[in-house]
């Protein structure tokens, strides 16, 4: 097993992806950052086969969801875990956990965004 890590943003902005990787078996992987990282809900992506696809790459996920109470992480988590189980064509578990005091619509989208590059920057590094 290796462990991958690839991050975006700066400061209080900036969020981490982390995980170890059974090398075409599936990833076990943290989406974390902000002020204070925890585990905020997991979700898990199986990527599959479109039920209309009209080529044999045309994949979404089947995505699982447990988010600890009052914590909104599995709302970025399950965009990114589809994302990262689609682009990679393996089963993924994301646990998120992504924390900034009294943060405004501004910031959170800003820490959104930033969740997507480092996800974008993970799946390059994966592929290698």
Same mark, same amino acid.
């Given at each position: 097993?290796?462990?991958?890590h690839?991050?975006?943003?700066?400061?209080?902005? %900036?969020?981490?992806?982390?995980?170890?990787?059974?090398?075409g078996? +599936?990833?076990c992987?943290?989406?974390?950052?902000?002020?204070?990282?925890?585990? +905020?809900g997991?979700?898990?992506?199986?990527?599959?086969?479109?039920?209309?696809? =009209? $080529?044999? $790459?045309?994949? %979404?996920?089947?995505?699982?969801?447990?988010?600890?109470? $009052? $914590?909104?992480?599995?709302?970025? =988590?399950?965009?990114?875990?589809?994302?990262?189980?689609?682009?990679?064509?393996?089963?993924?578990?994301l646990?998120? +956990?992504?924390?900034?005091?009294?943060?405004?619509?501004?910031?959170?989208?800003?820490?959104?965004?930033?969740c997507?590059?480092a =996800?974008?920057?993970?799946?390059?590094?994966?592929?290698?």
């Amino acid at each position: 097993m290796k462990t991958i890590h690839a991050s975006a943003g700066d400061g209080r902005y %900036t969020v981490h992806v982390d995980a170890f990787s059974t090398e075409g078996k +599936g990833l076990c992987a943290f989406l974390y950052g902000g002020e204070i990282p925890h585990n +905020g809900g997991t979700v898990v992506a199986v990527p599959r086969l479109k039920s209309n696809a =009209a $080529h044999d $790459h045309d994949f %979404t996920a089947d995505i699982w969801i447990s988010a600890v109470p $009052h $914590h909104k992480d599995t709302e970025i =988590a399950v965009p990114i875990a589809k994302l990262m189980a689609v682009q990679l064509n393996e089963p993924i578990s994301l646990t998120a +956990g992504i924390h900034i005091d009294k943060a405004s619509r501004e910031e959170i989208n800003l820490l959104c965004q930033n969740c997507q590059e480092a =996800a974008l920057q993970f799946i390059k590094k994966y592929r290698g």
